[in-house]
Structure formats: C-alpha cells, structure tokens
C-alpha cells in the first residue's frame, strides 16, 4: 500500500514538472524571428548567394510579413 502511494506522488509530481518544463520551452521552439539589417530583397538575394555558394538548394521563399499581414499578424513588433 505505502509503495502505491510513493507511486502516485511521483507520477503526479511528475506530470506537474513535465507541464512546467513544457510551458517555459514551448515558446523558444517555435518560430525564430530575426530582423535583417538589409530590405527583403537584399536578405533574399545574399542568401541565395550563400545557399548556392554551399551547394544546397531553396525550394520556396515565403514573404511572412506578406503573408501573415491578413491575419491581423506584424512580424518585428
């Protein structure tokens, strides 16, 4: 019976740490958002530049800012 007890105390403490550890990490898993010091053109083209210089290739680039602009969404505020 005690180590039943021990049981349950340990699986919800758990749970509970768990859920905190989640609840701070969460955020800083999601989207990165740095701000270039050039205009999205220039950011664009110089990493073109980069990523063809490493010989990988770029599938699609999305303009975020423009995209998310219906949804009420200001990337860099």
Known sequence: MSNLIYLGIGLFLGIILMGIVVFK???????????????FETTI????????LAGWKISKIHDMQEILKGFAMILGK
């Open 25 to 39: 990490k969460a955020p800083s898993l999601m989207m990165l958002e740095d701000e270039s010091k050039y205009d």
């Open 45 to 52: 083209s110089n990493f073109e530049k980069e990523v063809n």
